[in-house]
């Protein structure tokens, strides 16, 4: 078994919560009636929940936040 880094008071450098909703809104830009998206896969959600068992439901709420304005 694999446990994912989950430093207090830090994200993992890769995809901090702000990145989640900036990635996203990059890709829905480029999605256009030319060339449609197709799907937009959320990776690391196993990791969002282990950081909202440690406290931190910051990914979390950037997920909802996309959802809420999708």
């Given amino acids: 078994m694999t446990v994912p880094p989950n430093p207090d008071g830090q994200g993992v450098y890769s995809c901090l ?3 989640v909703i900036k990635n996203y809104n990059t890709c829905m830009r ?8 197709y799907a ?15 406290g931190d ?9 996309i959802l809420d304005n999708a």
């Fill in 30 to 37: 480029w999605s256009g009636q030319d060339v449609p998206l």
């Fill in 17 to 19: 919560p702000e990145q």
């Fill in 57 to 65: 439901a910051s990914y979390l709420q950037a997920f909802a936040r």
């Fill in 40 to 54: 937009y896969l959320f990776w690391g959600a196993e990791y969002w929940m282990l950081r909202k068992q440690c």
